[in-house]
């Protein structure tokens, strides 16, 4: 049985390496690394196929340090203290040291990422962990303070372009093949831009012609195939269509498309903290402020799947996900906070005003600051007219109220207290 397309693909050098371009360009962290040979322990956060593993092994390649590798999935404390005394035994300390790298970290126990501690701390290893998710969920405290944490992108259309043709050009078996590449498009939508995927259905296709054929390229043929093959998988592009999917039921009010969906994830082994954690992200970016409650009963659910577990679990995120479908929709917290943040990218420095100062010194009490600034509690109704933003901003709103009853009735209450900023 011939080696898969993109194990055949991987680079043996990092100038063949694509992607990552902010990490590996000249000012990248990645590149610092490499020029000054000093590795630090790494955790690379990002989705399937944007080459987690391959980058972990042309780094260590690249500073000439021993590698290994271990899955999550299948090793555990012994498989990891195996490796942690061979470097020991090779004399292998600081920044000479062994890579080990962990695919799947997220996978990780506490007691096994506890095992790590004392050979990360002392150097003799250097740990570089994969996982598509958020470490900061996933990764012990004491483990994550001792590592870098560097997001990995999405590859760009460009990427998977040059991926594609360098496969047809230059892979071992595929170069021997005549092939026309005459659409790409669900070539790389199928793969959800997963590289890995995306060039071994390439090769998938190019298959189902005989070696004395032209291989034609289309979207219609690469929809046909992928049809045949479709499945949940909770590591690729299924994962993220489906919850995908999922959400959107949500933020549709459809209630019956929550349900199917999120049993799509149960059936398929989805991990249910993930799945709560998203409904938590729903609850305030979906609903927010037409219904409050939304975001507390989010976190209630995400509590709860934690203490019961499959199989009960799923009637609680059940009874999130339809509840969420069914409340009245509001996004003005979601649009409010992107505005604010875009705003403040355009000027990162505006000035705060004296009035709203903190003056712990005399000097900055001699300055002025917090002066003029007044309590809103020894007003009537605890409130007071008075200036919040930078002066170059006064004027400014970010809070937009959406259609819900919630959300008029507080620009409602806005529009009486600040007459001019939030108009009818």
């Not at 955790?43 to 780094?59: M, Q, Y």
């Amino acid at each position: 049985m011939s080696t898969p397309l993109a194990e055949r693909m991987r680079p043996n050098e990092l100038s063949e390496y694509i992607g990552q371009r902010h990490l590996l360009e000249e000012n990248g962290a990645l590149k610092k690394a490499i020029e000054s040979k000093i590795l630090p322990s790494i955790i690379f956060w990002g989705p399937p196929g944007v080459g987690k593993t391959t980058l972990a092994n042309l780094l260590a390649k690249q500073l000439n340090r021993p590698f290994y590798t271990l899955s999550a999935i299948s090793s555990g404390v012994k498989d990891i203290r195996e490796i942690i005394q061979k470097a020991e035994s090779q004399g292998m300390f600081q920044t000479s040291g062994a890579v080990l790298f962990i695919d799947e970290i997220h996978r990780f126990s506490k007691s096994q990422q506890d095992s790590l501690l004392g050979a990360v701390e002392k150097g003799t290893i250097t740990l570089i962990g994969a996982t598509t998710e958020n470490p900061s969920f996933e990764v012990i405290s004491a483990l994550l303070s001792r590592c870098q944490v560097y997001t990995l992108e999405s590859h760009t259309l460009e990427d998977l372009l040059e991926l594609i043709n360098r496969a047809i050009k230059q892979d071992i078996l595929l170069s021997k093949r005549k092939i026309e590449l005459r659409e790409y498009k669900s070539l790389i939508a199928v793969a959800g831009g997963d590289a890995r995927k995306m060039l071994n259905l390439l090769e998938l296709v190019v298959n189902t012609f005989s070696p004395s054929e032209t291989a034609i390229i289309t979207d219609e043929l690469v929809n046909q195939l992928a049809q045949q093959r479709v499945r949940y998988d909770k590591d690729g592009e299924q994962h993220y269509d489906i919850i995908s999917a999922f959400i959107k039921s949500i933020r549709g009010s459809d209630p019956d498309g929550a349900v199917y969906w999120l049993a799509r994830m149960i059936e398929g082994g989805e991990d249910p903290k993930f799945i709560a954690r998203r409904l938590l992200i729903s609850a305030a970016e979906d609903v927010g402020l037409a219904n409050p409650t939304a975001l507390i009963m989010a976190n209630n659910t995400f509590q709860a799947i934690q203490v019961i577990g499959w199989p009960e679990a799923r009637i609680i995120l059940s009874q999130c996900a339809i509840y969420l479908a069914t409340s009245p929709k509001g996004n003005a917290a979601y649009i409010a906070i992107d505005e604010a943040i875009s705003t403040v990218k355009q000027d990162p420095n505006a000035p705060v005003p004296l009035h709203l100062r903190n003056a712990p010194t005399k000097l900055m009490k001699d300055l002025g600051y917090g002066a003029e600034y007044q309590y809103a509690h020894d007003f009537p109704g605890n409130f007071v007219f008075q200036q919040y933003l930078p002066d170059s901003l006064k004027n400014r709103t970010f809070f937009h109220a959406g259609s819900s009853a919630r959300e008029q009735e507080i620009n409602k209450q806005l529009q009486t207290l600040w007459p001019n900023k939030f108009k009818k």
